[in-house]
T-cell receptor
């Protein structure tokens, strides 16, 4: 039981390049989330999904897109990376939504030059 | 809107010292409260939670009591170890349907031998 996994662990991009971060969970959770973590700002929700085929915007969605084609996977895309997107990205999942524990992946460190 | 306030730190303690990390919140309803811990290089993991007023959450020697009258959920441990060095996040959310999780900025704890 791997829990929540994220690939890649670390990536360096040049401004304007695109990339996709992959999140996978093996707990059959309905809800999945993408957060970014920046110093002094805690965690901020980028996008989330309440089930296969559904996605919704969080607090800071601009510059990101997501897809949830399979229940176990949640992809985060950056179409044209900017230095402001340098951050640590965490994926999380939960069995249900309200009041439930979220299970986090180990994170992806992204540096945009 | 909802908010969670905690000091960023770092909090530096000697091994076996008593730990208190303060967390206060502002909520529009009756939330569930959580403490998550992030060890170096890892994602967040649930440490403890409480779902209603006067509940006490506990785990691994850590405790926190949901105080509605003071809108607080302070984290305590009687004797910290070097292995407790981590970042601690206080968070709140609500039950029922999708509900956003509001995180504090995280408090870094450093325990020295």
């Amino acid at each position: 039981n791997a829990g929540v996994t994220q690939t890649p662990k670390f990536r360096v991009l040049k401004t304007g390049q695109s990339m996709t971060l992959l999140c996978a969970q093996d707990m059959n959770h309905e809800y999945m989330y993408w957060y970014r973590q920046d110093p002094g700002m805690g965690l901020r929700l980028i996008h989330y999904s309440v089930g296969e085929g559904t996605t919704a915007k969080g607090e800071v969605p601009d510059g990101y897109n997501v897809s949830r084609l399979k229940k176990q996977n949640f992809l985060l895309g950056l179409e044209s990376a900017a230095p402001s997107q340098t951050s640590v990205y965490f994926c999380a999942s939960s069995r249900l939504a309200g009041g439930e524990t979220q299970y986090f992946g180990p994170g992806t460190r992204l540096l945009v030059l | 809107g909802d908010s969670v306030t905690q000091m960023e730190g770092p909090v530096t303690l000697s091994e076996e010292a008593f730990l208190t990390i303060n967390c206060t919140y502002t909520a529009t309803g009756y939330p569930s409260l959580f403490w998550y811990v992030q060890y170096p290089g890892e994602g967040l993991q649930l440490l403890l939670k409480a779902t209603k007023a006067d509940d006490k959450g506990s785990n691994k020697g850590f405790e926190a009591t949901y105080r509605k009258e003071t809108t607080s959920f302070h984290l305590e441990k009687g004797s910290v170890q070097v292995s407790d060095s981590a970042v601690y996040f206080c968070a709140l959310t609500y039950s029922g349907g999708y509900q956003k999780v509001t995180f504090g900025i995280g408090t870094k704890l450093q325990v020295i031998p």
